[in-house]
């Protein structure tokens, strides 16, 4: 049987190994799907999600010029959903508030955005220098 990749096929899992496990596939042929390959969730142990004699449906990914033919679970299932969350702050690092609140969009010059960015760019540059002159060693010699 000739193999193309993209193709979906049914398989049986005949090997857990560490680092994947291996399917027949019809024909007798034989193919790896990683453990990369095997969830949308993260493998430690490829024995939680398959066991051996399973049937499996596996999408074939690449096959190589030896013959060997890299599988795929993962790609089959749906994309995992998630969540929106707000974007990180970092950790010691204060929010310096603007000088001045901006106007609105459409009656702001570029120099006046500029003067704005300037302004919160040098407060902000002051309070991170203050703040690494205490974690370089600050002390003076005697």
Do not use: C, Y
Not at 8 to 21: D, L, M, N
Request: hydrophobic share 35%.
């Amino acid at each position: 049987m000739e193999w193309e990749t993209g193709a979906v096929v049914t398989g049986r899992v005949s090997g857990i190994t560490k680092f994947g496990a291996f399917v027949a596939l019809p024909g007798g042929k034989s193919g790896l799907v990683h453990i990369s390959e095997v969830s949308n969730s993260f493998v430690s142990d490829v024995h939680d999600f398959l066991t051996e004699g399973q049937e499996v449906q596996v999408k074939i990914l690449a096959i190589s010029p030896e013959g060997k033919i890299n599988l795929s679970i993962k790609q089959l299932q749906d994309a995992p959903v998630r969540s929106v969350t707000a974007p990180r702050t970092p950790r010691n690092v204060s929010a310096v508030p603007a000088s001045a609140p901006l106007p609105p969009l459409g009656d702001v010059s570029f120099e006046d955005k500029l003067k704005q960015f300037m302004s919160v760019s040098d407060s902000k540059q002051s309070e991170f220098n203050r703040h690494m002159a205490g974690k370089r060693g600050g002390r003076r010699r005697k």
